[in-house]
């Protein structure tokens, strides 16, 4: 037996009594789990009737987690006046927040390409790269802040 099922069979008896709210992790047909938040509500006696709330808590919780992980690479940007320092803090807090095992950046630095490498629990390494391994000329270009097709990330 899943479970969510003993969860919600004690949420429905305390609702008897009055109101239950709670979270469960619900499994799909297709095998998917999506956690769930519950409100029940629950006439007493048998055969009475029972009210069920249930709001899918993925959404929310992504933002949470996109909050936080955004508010650590912003403190981890802040945490160094030296800018390999700070880029490399903040990359580190993003690999941590994503559980990588490793982090490599290709960035321009003073003019020339770098390749930046981040591993945990270890201090990061730049290389600077030769000219026939730089990246096309076009991504040093600033093209600006743009915004994101939430249709072509996916």
Request: glycine share 10%; hydrophobic share 40%.
């Amino acid at each position: 037996m899943p479970a969510f099922l003993d969860t919600l069979g004690r949420g429905l008896a305390l609702a008897r009594d009055g109101s239950w709210f709670g979270e469960v992790d619900l499994v799909r047909l297709d095998g998917d789990t999506v956690p769930v938040e519950l409100s029940l509500a629950a006439g007493s006696g048998e055969g009475a009737p029972a009210v069920v709330l249930c709001r899918d808590l993925r959404a929310s919780r992504r933002r949470a987690f996109e909050h936080q992980l955004t508010g650590q690479v912003d403190r981890a940007l802040l945490s160094s006046t030296e800018p390999r320092e700070a880029i490399a803090a903040a990359c580190q807090a993003l690999a941590t927040g994503l559980k990588a095992l490793r982090v490599i950046i290709l960035t321009r630095f003073s003019g020339a390409w770098e390749r930046w490498e981040n591993l945990p629990d270890n201090p990061p390494r730049f290389i600077a790269l030769s000219p026939e391994l730089s990246p096309p000329a076009h991504w040093g270009r600033d093209g600006g802040v743009r915004e994101l097709d939430t249709e072509d990330a996916r």
